[in-house]
């Protein structure tokens, strides 16, 4: 398969995974068909399928945010996760100059509830918070 793909020249390159297995998976059915194999094929697709459906299923439900909060003095990192910890978030960067800190949180939210920036944004030493949509990807 890979030798039936290496002659096949593309203007861009393939950068999502899931692009590469539905090129594999209709390059092997092709194979298949061709070489009058249809049961193989048709049984290829099944678990193709499942797989794909299992993938899904991981998938978060929800959209995804970039919430970057800054504050001053003490650090409130155990208050912020008291508030997030119903959510699924992760800190991707903390950056502290001298009394100021910035934290960068990636953070899942289901329905668009929102709520939980009215909290944060009145601990006393709460700055300024904002809230980014995020998609996965940094260019439009």
Same mark, same amino acid.
């Not at 001298?98 to 899942?108: C, G, K, T």
């Given at each position: 398969?890979?030798?039936? &793909?290496?002659?096949?020249?593309?203007?861009? /390159?393939?950068?999502?995974?899931?692009?590469?297995?539905?090129?594999?998976? @209709?390059?092997?059915?092709?194979?298949?068909?061709? @070489?009058?194999?249809? !049961?193989?094929?048709?049984?290829? /697709?099944?678990?193709?399928?499942?797989?794909?459906?299992?993938? +899904?299923? +991981?998938?978060?439900?929800?959209?995804?945010?970039?919430?970057?909060?800054?504050?001053?003095?003490?650090?409130?990192?155990? #208050?912020? *996760?008291?508030? &997030?910890? *119903?959510? *699924? !978030?992760?800190?991707?960067?903390?950056?502290?100059? *001298?009394?100021?800190? #910035?934290? @960068?949180?990636?953070?899942?939210?289901?329905?668009? +509830?929102?709520?939980?920036?009215?909290?944060?944004?009145?601990?006393?030493?709460? +700055?300024?918070?904002? &809230?980014?949509? !995020?998609?996965?990807? !940094?260019?439009?």
């Amino acid at each position: 398969m890979v030798g039936a &793909l290496s002659i096949v020249r593309y203007r861009t /390159a393939i950068k999502d995974p899931m692009d590469l297995l539905f090129l594999f998976w @209709a390059v092997a059915t092709g194979i298949t068909i061709g @070489a009058n194999m249809h !049961y193989l094929a048709f049984l290829g /697709a099944v678990i193709v399928i499942l797989t794909f459906l299992a993938i +899904n299923k +991981n998938i978060p439900k929800g959209k995804m945010y970039v919430l970057v909060v800054h504050y001053s003095g003490k650090d409130i990192g155990d #208050e912020l *996760r008291r508030i &997030l910890r *119903r959510k *699924r !978030y992760q800190i991707k960067s903390k950056t502290v100059r *001298r009394d100021n800190v #910035e934290l @960068a949180v990636e953070i899942v939210v289901k329905k668009d +509830n929102l709520a939980f920036m009215e909290t944060i944004k009145e601990l006393p030493s709460v +700055n300024d918070l904002t &809230l980014i949509q !995020y998609s996965g990807e !940094y260019h439009g």
